[in-house]
């Protein structure tokens, strides 16, 4: 271009004949360069944006990765960082490509729309919750009240949580307004959506769904209709939908290879690979899916390839009945086919089963303490009619033997809020009578049950080492070498966990571990007993131990890393009174009490801080 404008520069300033020609040449060399310049423009700007869109999502990623390591809590420091960075690059998207970059981001960053036609299971807790009605029910209190609720509302979060909530006929504001769901949600990650059983109301509608739409298929072959394969197909790739994210690669090539009028040509040309089809469909579930279905998708492949479907190839142009080659082949096709719908729900169930510990418990924890103060604060309003001192009493009256023995113990440090309310929990846990619906307190109303269980896994847990211990002393005393492995406290815990349990069956597996039929009678129900002067001593200890951790302040998700990274101390310290063989149990029970805990003195400190509880 510089060369052409300077044979156009003297040919002009020299009057020359030809300056015109060098002056088109000129402008046709700057056209020409100024279109290379705008494309190595475009060609970098969509290069920035790629890199500031994958950025974009790794950030997102990050922060689920941050979530799912501290079990949902996360950190503020973490989320206001990543929530920064995010922020920043929205602007320079937004300054680069506009508002469709943006929306075309957002797109991107949602997951699938999981909705199907087939009816969602509700969710399933790992723990039975107490029976009965609603929150409403169980609080007895009116409704929550609009302004609390539009502020949960407000939260941008919200619209994903309704948008994975919608997959069960559940939206966010009812979750919430639903005490034992969302109490429920919060404090037990086991809590999972569940394939529903056959035996249910909407396992029944699905498999009637299920059943409907093969005897449909059935029929049609029955009748001559020959265009099963094309029916097949378009379900399985309405059902793909399901589980592929929309404007993503993967469904638009879904869409095309499976698309009816594609299948129709290569139908009618006698070119249509089966194989090929559902290769494409298991490779892509692949893609998206867990792990853990990686084996089910290759015993599919497996099957698949050992499966003749050339009886089909020309089928679109049979008239009358099949062949019994061809209707095998057909009822291959039918099994195969079955079988990836199924993979395809279960996959669906993982994601959403993802999208509930990412995006709905998240959520609930921010929202679920004002959501229950305000709850408790209509009750106590409806009951005590502003009554200070009666108020005091009906939530903090649970605490006061836990915090006498505190303030009239001789100890220099001063006893905190905190520690007296720990100390009444364990009261309660180490009850030796369960906790009944009278004497629960007001403020554990929707978690008795969890407290029942806590005191009934102590009592296992506590019985089957004070069994270990006592095998171990009579090996010792008759000088053969005891095996205290960890294999047969699991099957002491796993005896005394049976609702049916008796005595007998207690001695009879002592006697089968020690190999000896003497004093077992009289021995094992003196060892289990309450006042047994070492079952006694193991209980203090492991109630002090566990005092002493909960007693850190930690968070439920960092408590239960650093007890996991910290498995061989926590075994020594629980050795030091012969514990050591269930210490993964006495773990899981005390993260269970420390989630349980947590949330509790997050909700109801207000009212517990009130007085002095001497």
């Not at 020609?21 to 060399?29: E, G, I, N, P, R």
């Not at 290379?36 to 974009?56: F, G, T």
């Not at 075309?104 to 009816?119: G, I, K, W, Y």
Request: proline share 4%; net charge negative; with cysteine.
């Amino acid at each position: 271009m510089t060369q052409t404008y300077a044979q156009f520069a003297a040919a002009f300033t020299s009057h020359h004949a030809g300056w015109y020609q060098k002056q088109l040449a000129t402008l046709a060399s700057f056209k020409a360069f100024y279109a290379a310049l705008d494309s190595w423009k475009r060609s970098d700007a969509k290069k920035l944006m790629l890199a500031m869109e994958r950025h974009y999502l790794d950030l997102d990623q990050l922060w689920q990765s941050v979530q799912h390591q501290a079990l949902g809590e996360g950190d503020k420091t973490w989320q206001a960082g990543i929530r920064g960075q995010q922020d920043d690059l929205l602007a320079k998207i937004r300054a680069l490509g506009g508002d469709n970059a943006v929306e075309a981001l957002t797109l991107t960053q949602r997951e699938p729309q999981l909705s199907h036609s087939d009816t969602q299971p509700l969710p399933v807790s790992s723990q039975q919750p107490a029976a009965g009605g609603s929150a409403s029910d169980t609080l007895q209190v009116s409704p929550l009240p609009s302004a609390v609720l539009a502020k949960a509302m407000s939260d941008p979060a919200s619209r994903e949580v309704n948008r994975v909530l919608g997959n069960f006929d559940l939206t966010a504001s009812a979750a919430l307004q639903d005490a034992k769901l969302a109490h429920e949600l919060v404090l037990d990650p086991g809590l999972r959506l569940e394939p529903a059983a056959s035996n249910t109301l909407v396992g029944a509608v699905q498999q009637a769904v299920t059943k409907a739409f093969f005897a449909h298929i059935k029929q049609g072959i029955d009748q001559g209709n020959n265009d099963h394969v094309l029916g097949i197909l378009t379900q399985l790739r309405l059902d793909m939908h399901t589980i592929v994210p929309p404007s993503s690669h993967q469904r638009e090539t879904l869409d095309r290879e499976l698309g009816p009028e594609w299948i129709a040509t290569q139908l009618s040309n006698g070119a249509l690979d089966i194989h090929a089809k559902f290769r494409l469909i298991l490779q892509t579930a692949r893609s998206v899916c867990a792990p853990i279905r990686d084996d089910t998708i290759d015993s599919l492949l497996d099957r698949l390839a050992a499966v003749d479907f050339s009886a089909l190839a020309n089928i679109h142009k049979a008239t009358g009945a099949l062949s019994n080659e061809a209707k095998s082949s057909v009822g291959e096709l039918l099994e195969i086919t079955q079988e990836i719908m199924q993979l395809i729900r279960n996959v669906r169930l993982d994601a959403l089963n993802h999208q509930l510990d990412v995006t709905v418990r998240p959520w609930l924890r921010i929202h679920i303490v004002e959501y229950e103060q305000t709850k408790m604060a209509q009750l106590l309003e409806s009951q005590c009619q502003s009554d200070a001192q009666l108020i005091v009493a009906k939530t903090t009256g649970w605490m006061h033997a836990a915090a006498t023995r505190e303030f009239s113990a001789p100890c220099s440090l001063p006893t905190t809020a905190k520690h007296v309310f720990l100390e009444a929990v364990l009261d309660m846990c180490f009850a030796p009578v369960a906790l009944s619906e009278e004497d629960t307190p007001v403020t554990w109303t929707l978690d008795r049950l969890r407290i029942q269980q806590l005191q009934n896994e102590l009592q296992v847990l506590l019985s089957a080492s004070a069994l270990c211990a006592l095998t171990k002393a009579l090996a010792q005393k008759s000088g053969v070498q005891a095996d205290t492995s960890r294999q047969n406290a699991l099957e002491l815990v796993s005896l005394l966990r049976e609702d049916g349990v008796t005595m007998d069956r207690i001695i009879g597996m002592v006697q089968r571990i020690t190999g000896s039929e003497e004093i077992m009678t009289g021995l094992v129900p003196k060892t289990l007993a309450k006042d047994d002067p070492v079952f006694r001593l193991m209980e203090r200890q492991l109630r002090k131990f566990m005092l002493a951790e909960l007693d850190k302040n930690e968070e439920p998700g960092l408590l239960a890393r650093r007890l996991e990274s910290n498995s061989q101390a926590i075994s020594a310290a629980l050795s030091s009174f012969s514990m050591s063989a269930v210490h993964k149990e006495v773990v899981e029970v005390l993260i269970r009490a420390s989630r349980l805990c947590s949330l509790n003195w997050q909700v109801y400190s207000p009212w517990y801080t009130k007085t002095r509880l001497a």
